[in-house]
C-alpha cells in the first residue's frame, strides 16, 4: 500500500496560474475577448505570464481585478 496517495491532475487544487480558456470561462467571455484585452495592456500588470512560451494567467491577478471592478451600491450620497 502506498504511503500517500498522489492526486490526479484535473482535481480540486486550484493552479495559481489559468489559461486563456481558464480566464475566459471564469470572467464569462470569449477566449478572442481574453486575446483582444491581453493585447491592448487591460489586464493588471504582472498577470500575463509565458512560462515555456505558452500564455498564462496569475489567478491572484484575476481575482484582483474582479475585486477592483466592484462597484460601489446604489443610494444617496450624504
Same mark, same amino acid.
Given at each position: 500500500?502506498?504511503?500517500?496517495?498522489?492526486? =490526479?491532475?484535473?482535481?480540486? +487544487?486550484?493552479s495559481?496560474?489559468?489559461?486563456?480558456?481558464?480566464? =475566459?470561462?471564469?470572467?464569462? +467571455?470569449?477566449?478572442?475577448?481574453?486575446?483582444?484585452?491581453?493585447?491592448?495592456?487591460?489586464?493588471?500588470?504582472?498577470?500575463?505570464?509565458?512560462?515555456?512560451?505558452?500564455?498564462?494567467?496569475?489567478?491572484?491577478?484575476?481575482?484582483?481585478?474582479? =475585486?477592483?471592478? +466592484?462597484?460601489?451600491?446604489?443610494?444617496?450620497?450624504k
Amino acid at each position: 500500500m502506498p504511503e500517500k496517495e498522489q492526486k =490526479a491532475v484535473g482535481s480540486n +487544487i486550484k493552479s495559481p496560474l489559468m489559461t486563456p480558456d481558464e480566464v =475566459a470561462a471564469y470572467l464569462r +467571455i470569449s477566449k478572442a475577448t481574453v486575446y483582444s484585452k491581453r493585447c491592448r495592456g487591460e489586464f493588471p500588470e504582472g498577470s500575463v505570464v509565458k512560462p515555456f512560451g505558452k500564455l498564462m494567467f496569475l489567478r491572484e491577478k484575476i481575482d484582483q481585478l474582479i =475585486a477592483d471592478s +466592484i462597484e460601489p451600491p446604489l443610494g444617496r450620497s450624504k
